[in-house]
């Protein structure tokens, strides 16, 4: 049976050339990188040869760059690191957990939140962070990317609000990098967190981007680690397969990687629209990340769905993995204005850069089977298609 991984929002795998990078310093080149002996030398010279190259994929001064755990941890860090008690923060309806959590604890001690809406597109608009802006409002985060839709931000405009307002600006561009082009300079953020394990690096390590001069009270204390900015041990090999992971994700940007990327989902999407009636493309008139197809099939559920898939070989996703399994509708798709059915029948299918063409032709196949099948015993799909329910025995 053929082997389809379609779950690349929730991780990537390793690319052969960035376990080559790593490999070395959990062997012959181990080292801690604050040791002043010469192998300690070496192992610093690779983290700061890797900060330089995930600066460069971000548009900003290597200075600029604090290696983390990732993704999760870079949000907590910008919000808990900025936001005190009598703060007021402006977010969206649709940010990752790691996002929301850590704002819900904010509130808890004494913050107050506005939580944006988003159109049916999933798009953030600009003009409700104007007339959100209280004086007291310390920080906007506000992601890149979202990771349920691929749906893209106007995160520019944002910063740019923000910038005018003086108010700090955060966002998450963890399922932006590596896919799109990004530049912190453009977007005027004054933090950004990225995580390797998104970009075909290894799992546990990321960046926050930390414009300098933004003032932020570390999340970890200890050492006097990134300029003490956040203490620990750097993880040596983590941080040498990021830096290799954004080495390779800028030149596969740069050689056309993300448009060829946005041709495979699009011919993918065309694809399921033409053989699977009564379907919906979450985001689609939105600008969107290229690996991302997020549709609901009317009259399934999506569990179901992934389940029968599952069965076929093909990793997909009804949420963000981190919710999986939780009995509650997709609160992304809820805030787009899905109904709790819709939303519940949808299914992200994400791309990676080792997807082909093939493996989605089998995808689709799949899906024509199966999602048939499930209709067959759906009684909401017969409801639909105005035929009587059967009976409940
Ligand atoms: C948008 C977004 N932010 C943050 C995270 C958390 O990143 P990490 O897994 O590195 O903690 C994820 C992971 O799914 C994500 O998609």
Request: with cysteine; charged share 20%; glycine share 10%.
């Amino acid at each position: 049976m053929p082997s389809v991984y379609l779950d690349n929002n929730a991780t990537t795998p390793l690319l052969a050339e960035v376990f080559a990078a790593m490999r070395p310093y959990f062997f012959e080149e181990f080292g801690n990188a604050s040791s002043l002996y010469e192998r300690g030398q070496r192992a610093r010279a690779a983290v700061e040869a890797a900060r330089k190259s995930v600066a460069g994929l971000l548009g900003a001064s290597p200075a600029e760059i604090v290696f983390n755990s990732g993704g999760t941890e870079g949000d907590n860090q910008a919000i808990f690191g900025l936001v005190s008690k009598d703060d007021h923060v402006i977010t969206s309806a649709i940010e990752h957990h790691a996002v929301f959590s850590a704002c819900k604890r904010a509130e808890a001690q004494g913050a107050t939140v506005t939580y944006l809406p988003v159109d049916s597109c999933c798009r953030v608009n600009p003009d409700d962070v104007r007339a959100a802006l209280r004086p007291n409002t310390r920080l906007i985060s506000v992601m890149m990317a979202n990771n349920e839709t691929g749906v893209v931000q106007p995160v520019e405009e944002i910063g740019r609000i923000a910038a005018e307002a003086d108010v700090w600006f955060h966002t998450d561009a963890v399922q932006a990098a590596g896919k799109l082009p990004i530049d912190v300079a453009r977007i005027r953020c004054d933090l950004l967190c990225i995580s390797a394990h998104k970009l075909n690096g290894p799992q546990g390590v990321g960046v926050l981007y930390m414009r300098r001069g933004t003032p932020m009270q570390p999340l970890i204390v200890g050492g006097p680690q990134e300029h003490n900015r956040r203490a620990g041990t750097e993880n040596l090999a983590g941080i040498v397969g990021l830096g290799k992971a954004a080495e390779m994700a800028r030149h596969w940007l740069a050689e056309g990687g993300a448009q060829r990327m946005t041709a495979l989902r699009d011919g993918f999407e065309r694809a399921v629209s033409e053989q699977v009636e009564c379907i919906q493309i979450l985001g689609q008139g939105a600008p969107r990340t290229p690996n991302t197809a997020d549709i609901s099939f009317e009259g399934i559920a999506g569990a179901s769905l992934l389940v029968a898939l599952d069965g076929r070989g093909i990793a997909v996703s009804t949420g963000s993995a981190c919710a999986s399994g939780s009995a509650h509708p997709p609160y992304v798709l809820m805030a787009m204005g899905l109904k709790r059915n819709q939303a519940q029948a949808a299914v992200r299918f994400s791309l990676g850069k080792q997807t082909t063409r093939e493996d989605l032709d089998y995808v689709v196949a799949c899906l024509v089977k199966e999602v048939s099948r499930l209709r067959e015993i759906s009684p909401v799909w017969k409801k639909v298609k105005g035929q009587a329910a059967p009976a409940l025995v």
